[in-house]
């Protein structure tokens, strides 16, 4: 990506400024952000906010099957775009918008231009290069059966920093002398378990340092049948010229309870807000009735176990 093209956080904010002043649906949406119901737990040092906002039933009952997807025009392609949004180029290949169905005060969609499935190998540089550019705020990438309602449209989403606990966990458990890490010519993997969303953080000085430790890891990593990639739901940040990811292994989609019937039923679809500790919930009913047990149930289906992630860790550190 050419330098006079990239966005940076102040640039970000400054077209989430501009967009709340011309169109109504995003201002109602970041207004309603202000009157969000949350409610926390806490398991052993351990943080997860639940979030009421009913905006996101777009996004936690997306139909996001082969036959649905193909059935609708794609909401990421730029001729598909809303007249009202406005579009912030990043790169050749990229533009900042923001995100018209928010969680976070600010909340930012990064789409490629062209209509491309979303698959994180192709895309990792240009992650990296948009976790350095856009510092301010925290990236992620929702693997396409791991939370992303658009998985034929590559792209990331940028949002405020500290609002998903993950965020100041990672920091603090990278910086934990008795955390179990793996050292190499290329970083450091650190892992991170006992955690509901188990998984590793990732340290390089370098984006290719960090894409060399990233696809080592990637290549322990299991591809469920029909699958393009394994399921994964990633963050980044850059901090003190150093990038960190945050790799969050999934080994389903959403719990059963999506599926339930009567009261045993819970929209919850989890992408990376959910992973991040930012449990969303669009039903009144559903946040009314979440409680510790679960909250540890969905991430228990749909996030690794502690056995799991050790498994992989000494393999790759074994490797």
């Given at each position: 990506?050419?330098?006079?093209?990239?966005?940076?956080?102040?640039?970000?904010?400054?077209?989430l400024?501009?967009q709340?002043?011309?169109?109504?649906?995003?201002?109602q949406?970041?207004?309603?952000?202000?009157?969000?119901?949350?409610?926390?737990?806490?398991?052993?040092?351990l943080?997860?906010?639940?979030?009421?906002?009913?905006?996101?039933?777009?996004?936690s009952?997306?139909?996001?099957?082969?036959?649905?997807?193909?059935?609708?025009?794609?909401?990421?392609?730029?001729?598909?775009?809303?007249e009202?949004?406005?579009?912030?180029?990043?790169?050749?290949?990229?533009?900042?918008l923001?995100?018209?169905?928010?969680?976070?005060p600010?909340?930012?969609?990064?789409?490629?231009?062209?209509?491309?499935?979303?698959?994180?190998?192709p895309?990792?540089?240009?992650?990296?290069?948009v976790?350095?550019?856009?510092?301010?705020?925290?990236?992620f990438?929702?693997?396409?059966?791991?939370?992303?309602?658009?998985?034929?449209?590559?792209?990331?989403?940028?949002v405020?920093?500290?609002?998903?606990?993950?965020?100041?966990?990672?920091?603090?458990?990278?910086?934990?002398?008795?955390?179990?890490?793996y050292?190499s010519?290329?970083?450091t993997?650190?892992?991170?378990?006992?955690?509901?969303r188990?998984?590793?953080?990732?340290?390089?000085?370098?984006?290719?340092?960090?894409?060399?430790?990233?696809?080592?890891?990637?290549?322990?990593?299991?591809?469920p049948?029909?699958?393009?990639?394994?399921?994964?739901?990633?963050?980044?940040?850059?901090?003190?010229?150093?990038?960190i990811l945050?790799?969050?292994?999934?080994?389903?989609?959403?719990?059963?309870q999506?599926?339930?019937?009567?009261?045993d039923?819970?929209?919850?679809?989890?992408?990376?807000?959910?992973i991040?500790?930012?449990?969303?919930?669009?039903?009144?009913e559903?946040?009314?009735?979440?409680?510790?047990?679960?909250?540890q149930?969905v991430?228990?289906?749909?996030?690794?176990?502690?056995?799991?992630?050790?498994?992989?860790?000494?393999?790759?550190?074994n490797?």
């Amino acid at each position: 990506m050419e330098e006079k093209h990239k966005v940076t956080s102040a640039e970000a904010s400054a077209l989430l400024r501009q967009q709340l002043g011309v169109w109504p649906l995003v201002a109602q949406n970041f207004k309603a952000l202000e009157a969000v119901h949350l409610k926390q737990f806490e398991w052993n040092g351990l943080t997860v906010k639940v979030q009421f906002n009913p905006a996101r039933i777009v996004s936690s009952g997306a139909k996001v099957d082969a036959k649905s997807i193909k059935a609708r025009k794609c909401f990421l392609c730029p001729n598909h775009l809303p007249e009202e949004q406005l579009r912030l180029p990043f790169g050749e290949r990229y533009q900042v918008l923001c995100n018209p169905f928010p969680i976070f005060p600010e909340h930012f969609t990064i789409p490629s231009l062209a209509h491309t499935p979303q698959l994180i190998v192709p895309q990792l540089d240009d992650f990296l290069e948009v976790v350095r550019s856009l510092d301010r705020f925290t990236l992620f990438y929702n693997g396409p059966r791991c939370g992303a309602s658009a998985p034929d449209h590559a792209h990331f989403q940028a949002v405020t920093w500290g609002l998903m606990p993950l965020d100041e966990e990672v920091m603090a458990k990278e910086q934990e002398l008795s955390a179990l890490r793996y050292v190499s010519a290329e970083g450091t993997v650190i892992l991170l378990h006992h955690y509901l969303r188990n998984g590793f953080i990732l340290k390089a000085k370098t984006k290719e340092a960090m894409r060399s430790l990233f696809l080592r890891i990637y290549a322990l990593l299991p591809v469920p049948e029909g699958e393009a990639e394994p399921m994964m739901n990633l963050f980044g940040w850059y901090r003190e010229e150093e990038w960190i990811l945050a790799l969050i292994p999934r080994k389903r989609h959403r719990p059963w309870q999506y599926e339930a019937e009567g009261a045993d039923h819970l929209l919850s679809s989890p992408g990376a807000a959910d992973i991040g500790g930012l449990f969303i919930t669009p039903l009144a009913e559903d946040f009314e009735k979440i409680n510790p047990a679960l909250l540890q149930d969905v991430y228990e289906q749909v996030c690794w176990s502690d056995q799991e992630v050790m498994e992989l860790f000494l393999r790759l550190s074994n490797d």
